[in-house]
């Protein structure tokens, strides 16, 4: 099959590409530059320029059956800090590319959703699909909108979907002198000698997915027989920044030197996703724990030149 995937050439889209590789199908990127940590890959079509532009989206999209749709503008941060960006940039023009894929005759469209900011403060832990969805971010918010329109051209136009609500995705190739990211940022300042930033007592805990087991569940949906379904994909257990942090100087034997924050309003506290859904549909199962993607993820990350 044809797959296109939209920022295919970001942290999560470059793993994508790989698993349609392993999985014998051509691939096709839609992004606004390379990747930043590799050479471009033998076979795969690279096609550069932004998703707002309409005539590159109705030449890129002929000929595709399936549509990945893995961009992002923002964090649930800075969508707060501009919220028209964030409606612009990430609505508006996901409404746009269904359009456009309903146009072009694309069977199927995978969307990656939010696994905890869309959910909100959850009354039920783990928190299965059918949970209420009430954001407390524009990110959120704006994020469950997509989902809705997506459902709005599914049963409008009859193309397919399946959403995918990941939990927190790190591992090797995740920019670790960015701000998205936890995992990858902290061992970031590690390598550099930095004081780690906590916000609030570091007892906040959430839900971490090492992304080549996200990527496999994405692939999973795209050819699932099961379609208009949402799935959680995540490790189904609570790790806070306190537990990070320790497996982070087991992992590199440096000490730790913490600097704790006021905590985030717009951010979730605690989050731990049902996953049960995707195990049954997508046989899907978490195969890398935190001390192995910790590992994998300070093996690439050490060997930066910054």
């Not at 970001?10 to 530059?33: A, R």
């Not at 649930?76 to 964030?86: A, C």
């Not at 996953?275 to 195969?287: G, P, R, Y």
């Amino acid at each position: 099959m044809e797959y296109l995937i939209l920022g295919g050439n970001g942290f999560i889209g470059s793993y994508i590409v790989d698993e349609v590789l392993s999985n014998g199908h051509s691939v096709t990127v839609l992004d606004i530059g390379p990747e930043k940590y590799r050479e471009p890959i033998y076979g795969v079509k690279y096609v550069y320029g932004s998703i707002d532009n309409q005539k590159l989206l109705n030449e890129t999209f002929r000929n595709k059956d399936i549509l990945i749709h893995s961009v992002s503008t923002t964090s649930p941060f800075s969508s707060n800090q501009n919220i028209e960006y964030d409606i612009q940039s990430n609505l508006i023009n996901a409404i746009n590319i269904f359009k456009v894929a309903v146009e072009n005759n694309i069977k199927r469209i995978i969307y990656l959703s939010s696994g905890g900011a869309i959910y909100g403060e959850p009354t039920s832990i783990p928190i299965p699909e059918s949970h209420h969805t009430n954001p407390i971010s524009s990110y959120g918010i704006t994020k469950l909108a997509i989902e809705k329109y997506l459902q709005y051209f599914s049963l409008n136009f009859g193309i397919e979907y399946n959403i995918i609500r990941p939990s927190n995705p790190y591992g090797p190739r995740q920019n670790p002198f960015g701000n998205q990211g936890v995992i990858s940022v902290f061992l970031g300042k590690v390598l550099k000698g930095e004081v780690i930033e906590i916000w609030g007592d570091g007892n906040v805990a959430k839900d971490y997915i090492f992304i080549s087991d996200l990527a496999s569940a994405i692939y999973s949906a795209s050819v699932s027989k099961k379609v208009s379904e949402i799935y959680n994909i995540g490790s189904s257990t609570f790790i806070s920044l306190n537990d990070i942090i320790e497996v982070i100087r087991k992992v590199t034997g440096k000490n730790v030197e913490l600097n704790h924050m006021h905590s985030n309003k717009f951010d979730v506290q605690k989050v731990c996703l049902n996953i049960e859904k995707a195990k049954k549909d997508l046989l899907f199962e978490q195969k890398t724990d935190l001390l192995e993607g910790v590992s994998k993820t300070w093996d690439f990350v050490k060997n930066i030149k910054y």
